[in-house]
């Protein structure tokens, strides 16, 4: 059992080292926000992918578009319009009310009107802005403490992708943002309130059926972002076609059907792009010229809606995975990526194809690949917000890699001899050439040894070729042993091996020929039919010269291989050697 384990693992080596390794420097990349801007993108793409959702019912949105602003002939809106707007909108018995318009200054005629109308409704919200640039509250909504944020949390990209709930104040005050204030007042008439979670996360919060977790600067793909305040990832439900909405005229008009914002949250805010209330959301494709854009009360509509959704109706909230649990995500895609690779490759359906390396890395590539962006894609569907990009690419890069260590693999194996594991004739004959006209250049001596077992066939003869196999790999482990890490150790045929040694004279190429006899004598492998000795030994033949354009290697190859006739012809188990110039 233990001995296939040790096969096993030393087959799939190359597996074990390279997907840890790439998944190492994905990660350190991810940890460095490498990946950060893609796999928002890919974050965008899921939004905007999803089936879309039912409009939801309990939020209206009454718009102040162009034509408004156009029959009103003013921006921004006379205090008296506003009143008798939030006049209309209160007869309807809405459960919340937010005037997503900043009103911090009087804007006659009408003041003294608006300032009525605030005071006796209570079921209304102001907003200001606290973040940046600050913009004042409404005084009299102030006093009542019935004021919210208007603050969107914007990415890098200038996306907003997060819902910023709440805000502690410098005064240690604790301000609710616009759709936050709306959701909380439209549960209280459900006996629904916030409380602590019993959740063992640190500043969990219980809404319901919902569970609310303050973003982390690190949560799913950010990197060190500002996790200010109480955020939230916001699951968007959609644009604005995803909820009720009326113009402000029609409310001015009187035109509201019967019903439509009983018992709802209603939001009054601006739809018109030439005010420049708009922001790019996860819905503006950034392959679009014209991006959509969002206009900030549809944004606070989806956080009111995304509250109210989580703690009635259990609509998932964004969950993300902790660090180790990404790690652990993306060793599991490299060690995908890298196994498959191997079974490919190592397989190859396609190995007379000019086209086989391609073709088997696409595979490779294309089929988890598939599967990784499909698991994906089903987890965020599930409200789980999964890194793609980060183990797509270290699934890719494993694959590339295994092709390139099996590639480098097949390569050394076909110049390695089968049995002995040293370079085969092929290989030989490739590097002599290679390193006689290097020493052209060098204008250095090189050296070649020829050796032959002696008596091998006696000795095949007599222990069985299972004993001669054993014998030359034997052999062919003492000959690596006593020469440099430079010098060539190759099998020439049958019993007889070959040593190029460069930038080595005569003289130190015998003492190398003698080191390997020497080396050879002391395996102590039994020869009873040696004439040589009663143990295997070797014959050297040594040939040296400084090659020029005029001679080639067969030349001193021809040399050394009289020079080991010569030391057969000497008794063997020695070394001859001779320098000579072409």
Known sequence: MRARLKQTIRQWQGVFVTAPAIAGLVVAGSLTGVFQQMEWSAFDFSVRLRPLEATDTRVVIVTINESDIQRFKSWPLSDAILAQTLEKIEQQKPRAIGLDVYRDLPVEPGYQQLAKVFQNT??????????????????????????????????????????????????????????????L???????????????????????????????????????RADNGGYQILLNYRGSLENFQTI??????????????????????????ESLNDHFQTPYSSSLSDHPLRMPGVVIHANIASQILSAALNGRPLFQVLSDPQEWLWVLFWSLIGA??????????????????????????????????????????????????????????????????????????QASLDGLTQVANRRYFNEYIERQWYRQVETKQ??????????????????????????????VAKALGHAVRSNDLVA????????????NTNNETALQVAERINSQVRALQIVHEKSSASDRVTLSCGVATTIPNFTSSSPNLIATA????????????????????VF
């Open 185 to 223: 007042k439209y549960l209280e008439a459900d006996g629904i309130r916030l409380q602590r979670s019993n959740s063992s996360t640190p500043n969990a919060l219980q809404l319901g059926k919902a569970t609310f977790v303050p973003f982390q600067e690190n949560d799913g793909s950010y990197v």
């Open 122 to 183: 209570s079921t209304l919200f102001g907003i200001e802005k606290v973040i940046g640039n600050a913009v004042g509250a409404p005084p009299a909504l102030k006093q009542q403490n019935r004021v919210a944020l208007a603050d969107l949390v914007l990415d890098a990209d200038g996306k907003v992708r997060r819902a910023l709930l709440s805000v502690k104040l410098e005064d240690g005050q604790t301000r609710l943002s616009l759709g936050t204030a709306l959701a």
């Open 339 to 412: 196994s498959i690779g191997w079974k490919l490759l190592k397989k190859n359906p396609f190995r007379q194809s000019i086209f086989s390396s391609t073709t088997l890395t696409v595979i490779a590539i294309v089929l988890p690949g598939s599967v990784l962006v499909g698991c994906t894609y089903l987890a965020f569907l599930g409200g789980w917000w999964i890194p793609v990009i980060a183990p797509l690419v270290a699934m890719s890069v494993s694959v590339l890699t295994i092709q390139g260590y099996r590639n480098s693999e097949l390569q050394r």
């Open 445 to 474: 001596p090189l050296s070649v040894i020829l050796c032959d077992v002696d008596h091998f066939k006696l000795y095949n003869d007599t222990y069985g070729h299972l004993a001669g196999d054993s014998c030359l790999q034997h």
């Open 561 to 580: 291989d009289e020079a080991l006739y010569e030391a057969k012809q000497k008794g063997r188990n020695c070394a001859i050697g001779r320098s000579v």
């Open 491 to 502: 099998r020439y045929g049958g019993e007889e091996f070959v040593i190029v040694l460069p």
């Open 247 to 272: 113009s402000l005229s029609d409310v001015v008009a009187n035109r509201i059907p019967a019903g439509l914002m009983r018992d709802r949250i209603v939001l009054i805010g601006s739809t018109a």
